[in-house]
């Protein structure tokens, strides 16, 4: 029986799950490089970063926090066409690695596109991962080792409808919220690049509620990127500030800054324009129940958007990283479809 895997491709992170494990990684690649000193400086036996290193089509790449440590030509793209074309492929790959039990794994694939993407390149994605592919891993002990990654199936849904499914379905993909299948809901996914807005309405898609802007939380990143150029004169790439806005604080040439105010003043420009997206999109949709906020950037944001949404707005479950909803949504979504198309042994 083939091993049914979630995949949530961003352009911040890549999240992926077995329904067992979750693996998280920044959506960066760089070219491998050979390591001529690999021991901390300090404790050789000190726990190592994840070495995430991967050969796809004859070509060895670091990925993730390795990649931005290490490479030298870093890719990190939040042009579309780019990244499915340039980056897919990898991400997808390298996450499956963490789920592999053998040299030799069969698999089928959920995973999501923005919803103004989807209709574009729903084909292509499904087309690009649906094969067999050969890959090789290396580890930090530079061991590597061969896989056969044969992916059977891999159905593509527009985003949101990952955090509907977490909400509708249990972890064995069966009908655990009658609440959810028989509400009408809105869901507002705030991505890094992009945010997408969509109606479930008794658990179906509305495309006339449903829209994709360039509002994601990388909006307010590059206003905090702007004003640091503006005070040091240095352009910090955005992928580089998740742990600063975090914290609070970044340092540049050994000078602290403090981040807070720019970051607050920045997520409540971002946060306004999101609400005023959704209360006019959704302007008809006066029967709505609730308004549900998700994806990595709704953490952040929610208590900036709350206020200014025109509707109730339901909290989404603290049991996990609000990145995290929408892959599991994928995996329990493909056990619920999946199920339902294996023959059941004769008696």
């Not at 044969?150 to 985003?159: A, E, N, R, Y």
């Not at 409808?161 to 809105?186: C, H, Q, T, Y």
């Not at 109606?199 to 449903?210: L, N, P």
Request: charged share 25%.
């Amino acid at each position: 029986m083939d091993t049914i895997i979630g995949i949530d491709i961003g352009f911040g992170f890549t999240k992926a799950t077995d329904g067992k494990n979750f693996h998280v990684f920044k959506s960066i690649y760089g070219e491998a490089i050979d390591f001529q000193f690999k021991e901390s400086l300090l404790n050789p036996n000190a726990p190592q970063d994840e070495h995430l290193q991967i050969d796809v089509d004859n070509t060895s790449y670091f990925v993730g926090e390795l990649a931005e440590r290490q490479s030298s030509n870093r890719q990190f793209t939040l042009d579309q066409t780019q990244f499915i074309a340039s980056s897919t492929k990898i991400f997808a790959l390298a996450a499956i690695t963490h789920f592999m039990s053998s040299d030799k794994q069969s698999l089928k694939l959920v995973v999501g596109l923005p919803i103004g993407h989807y209709r574009e390149y729903k084909s292509e994605l499904a087309d690009m991962l649906r094969q067999s592919h050969h890959i090789v891993t290396t580890n930090s002990k530079g061991i590597r080792k061969d896989l056969v990654i044969g992916i059977t199936d891999v159905k593509v849904i527009p985003q949101p409808i990952g955090s509907v499914m977490d909400r509708l379905l249990n972890d064995a993909g069966k009908a655990a919220e009658p609440r959810f299948a028989s509400e009408k809901i809105g869901i507002i996914d705030v991505g890094f690049r992009t945010s997408d807005y969509t109606i479930s309405d008794k658990a179906r898609y509305s495309e006339r509620g449903s829209l994709t802007t360039q509002n994601g939380i990388s909006k307010a990143f590059e206003m905090i990127a702007n004003k640091l150029k503006d005070n040091c004169g240095i352009n910090v790439e955005l992928y580089r500030l998740f742990d600063a806005v975090e914290t609070g604080s970044i340092k540049i040439r050994g000078k602290g800054y403090d981040l807070r105010k720019i970051t607050q003043i920045a997520f409540q420009q971002l946060a306004a324009n999101i609400a005023s997206d959704a209360n006019r999109l959704w302007n008809d949709d006066w029967d709505m129940d609730t308004i549900m906020i998700t994806g990595g950037g709704g953490s952040v944001l929610a208590p900036y958007l709350q206020p200014l949404l025109e509707g109730v707005t339901v909290p989404i479950e603290q049991d996990l990283d609000y990145r995290l909803h929408n892959v599991r949504g994928y995996l329990k979504y493909g056990l619920n479809m999946w199920s339902k198309l294996t023959p059941k042994p004769e008696e």
